[in-house]
C-alpha cells in the first residue's frame, strides 16, 4: 500500500554542524510518501521532526497544497493553488510545539481517502521552525525554515493519462551554442514520469546528431508544466545551413509526443 | 537511479559475502556457515541555515561551495539586521545566509520568501528586498545592483540532489525610502526546502 520513494539509497550525506554553531537545522522524515491508497480506504503513518541545530526551536505544522513550478521545485501553496489536492484527507496535531537541540518528535497523520474519487491528489505538510529566542533586540528579519513531506496520491491505477508539448523554441546562446527549450504540459489526471530527447535534422531529413535532454527528475502533476531544455554545441556538425529540431517526450509505458521547430546556422 | 540501486545490491552483496569468508577460509573441510546480514538505511533529508558577517558586495562574492562548511567569521543567530540610520536608500543586510542541505533520498529546492516587514504603523513590502544568489539572474536589476531581484515572488536560491553535499550563500538588501516612517521594522525571511518527487 505504502511506497516510500527511494528508501534504499545509500546514506551519504552528513551535516558535520554540531551545537557549537547556532544554526537553524531541522529534518522531516520521510520527504516524499508516494500512496495508493484506494477510494474509502485510509492509511497512517508517522512524521519524525528533528532539532539538528543548536538553539531551541517553535515548529508549527501546516496541510498545504503543492505545486512545481517548470523547473520542477516543488512549493507549498495555498488552497486551489496548486495541483489537484488530498490536503483535505489528512488528519494530524497542527498545533505548534518546540524541540530542544538533538531533541526529535513523531507526528501520527490519518490519511483517509473519501469514496468515489479517482486519478492523483497531492498536498505538503509543511513544518515551519524559527528559534525560539532572539538574541538581538530592534529592526531586522527573523529567518524561518520550512520544510516537509510531500504527499503524492494515486487512488486508481487507471486513471486517465496524458500530456501534450505545447511549446518549443530556440534560443542562442552563442556563436556556438543554440538551446531548445520546450514545455510539455500533463492533461491527464495523474502525475507522469517523462523521459525527452532530442534529434537535430537537416533538411534531407537525415539525423546529424542527437542531444542530451534535461527536465530534471521528469515528474509533472496533473494540469502541471515542465520545461524541458537541450543543447546543441557541437561545433564540428553545426556547419551553415538550416535544420529542424524534433523534441520528443515519452511517458505512460510508450507513449510520445513530439515537437519540431526549424533554425538556421549562418 | 537504476545505477545507485545496482550499487546498492552491489554493496549489499559484499556485506553478506565479506564476513562469510574469513569463516570458510577457517572451516576448510567442515560445514560451512553463513550470517545473514542484513541493514535498513533510513532516508534522510536536512536543512541547515546559518547567519555569516557579510563581506560588503565583494567583487566576485562566494554562492556556491562543495561540502557543507560553514563560512568563516563570526557567526549569529537566525537573525539579518539593516541599520538604515543615514539617509534612504539601499542598504545592504549586516550578514549573509548560508544554506546547507543534506540528502541520501531524493532532489531537492531552496526558495526564499518573505511578507515584508512591518512597523507600528508602517509597512516595507517584499519588492523592496533583494535577494543575490548562485539562482538569481546576474544581469537582473530591480534597482538594488546587477544580481539582486526582488522577493515580490519566492525565488529559488539552492537546489540540488541526492547525495551532493553543497552549501549556497544569499546576500540581501533592503530598500529605504523618504516616505518610511522611521522606527523598528520586524518580519520574517522564509527559506523553503522541499524534496523534488
Known amino acids: ?105 513523531v507526528r501520527r497523520v490519518v490519511f483517509e481517502v473519501p469514496r468515489g474519487v479517482a486519478g492523483g491528489t497531492y498536498c505538503v505538510i509543511v513544518f515551519e521552525a524559527r528559534e525560539a529566542e532572539r538574541s538581538t533586540p530592534g529592526p531586522s528579519l527573523n529567518i524561518s525554515t520550512r520544510t516537509g513531506t510531500i504527499i503524492m496520491e494515486t487512488a486508481s491505477r487507471r486513471s486517465r493519462r496524458g500530456g501534450e508539448i505545447t511549446d518549443v523554441k530556440v534560443t542562442r546562446n552563442g556563436e556556438h551554442q543554440v538551446g531548445i527549450v520546450a514545455s510539455f504540459r500533463n492533461t491527464g489526471e495523474v502525475h507522469l514520469k517523462i523521459r525527452p530527447s532530442c534529434l537535430i535534422s537537416n533538411p534531407e531529413g537525415r539525423v546529424v546528431d542527437r542531444l542530451d535532454s534535461d527536465a530534471g527528475t521528469g515528474t509533472v502533476l496533473p494540469g502541471g508544466i515542465r520545461e524541458i531544455r537541450a543543447t546543441w554545441d557541437n561545433e564540428r556538425k553545426m556547419v551553415p545551413g538550416t535544420y529542424e529540431a524534433q523534441l520528443s517526450v515519452d511517458f505512460a509505458g510508450g507513449r510520445r509526443v513530439t515537437g519540431n521547430v526549424e533554425f538556421a546556422i549562418d | 537511479m537504476r545505477k545507485r540501486s545496482l550499487q546498492f545490491l552491489f554493496g549489499s552483496i559484499l556485506l553478506l559475502v565479506l564476513p562469510a569468508a574469513p569463516m570458510a577460509q577457517e572451516q576448510v573441510g567442515g560445514t560451512v556457515q553463513t550470517v ?22 565583494g567583487a566576485d562574492p562566494p554562492f556556491r561551495n562543495l561540502g557543507s562548511s560553514v563560512d568563516g567569521g563570526s557567526l549569529a543567530r537566525g537573525v539579518v539586521e539593516f541599520e538604515a540610520l543615514e539617509q534612504p536608500g539601499i542598504v545592504e543586510a549586516d550578514k549573509h545566509v548560508q544554506i546547507i542541505v543534506s540528502s541520501n533520498c531524493t532532489n531537492w529546492s531552496v526558495e526564499c520568501s518573505s511578507t515584508g516587514l512591518t512597523s507600528a504603523d508602517d509597512l516595507i513590502p517584499p519588492e523592496r528586498l533583494f535577494v543575490k544568489s548562485f539562482y538569481t539572474d546576474p544581469g537582473a536589476d530591480n534597482g538594488a545592483g546587477p544580481g539582486y531581484e526582488n522577493l515580490v515572488v519566492p525565488k529559488l536560491v539552492a537546489a540540488g540532489s541526492a547525495s551532493q553535499e553543497l552549501s549556497y550563500q544569499v546576500y540581501l538588501k533592503l530598500e529605504v525610502t523618504w516616505d518610511d516612517t522611521p522606527g523598528d521594522y520586524d518580519g520574517i525571511l522564509s527559506f523553503t526546502v522541499m524534496p523534488t518527487p
Open chain 1, 1 to 105: 500500500m505504502r511506497r516510500t520513494a527511494a528508501i534504499m539509497l545509500p546514506l551519504i550525506a552528513v551535516v558535520p554542524l554540531g551545537n557549537a554553531f547556532a544554526a537553524l537545522s531541522v529534518s522531516v522524515l520521510p520527504p516524499i510518501l508516494d500512496l495508493s491508497v484506494p477510494p474509502g480506504d485510509r492509511n497512517e503513518f508517522s512524521l519524525t521532526v528533528k532539532n539538528l541545530g543548536g538553539s531551541k526551536v517553535e515548529v508549527s505544522p501546516a496541510v498545504m497544497d503543492v505545486m512545481l513550478n517548470p523547473t520542477g521545485a516543488a512549493l507549498p501553496v495555498g488552497p486551489g493553488e496548486g495541483a489537484p489536492s488530498c490536503a483535505a484527507w489528512v488528519s494530524m496535531d497542527e498545533n505548534g510545539f518546540s524541540l530542544e537541540p538533538g531533541e526529535s518528535t
Open chain 2, 36 to 57: 545473514g546480514v542484513t541493514t535498513t538505511i533510513e532516508p534522510f533529508m536536512s536543512v541547515t541555515i546559518v547567519t555569516a558577517e557579510s563581506t560588503r558586495d
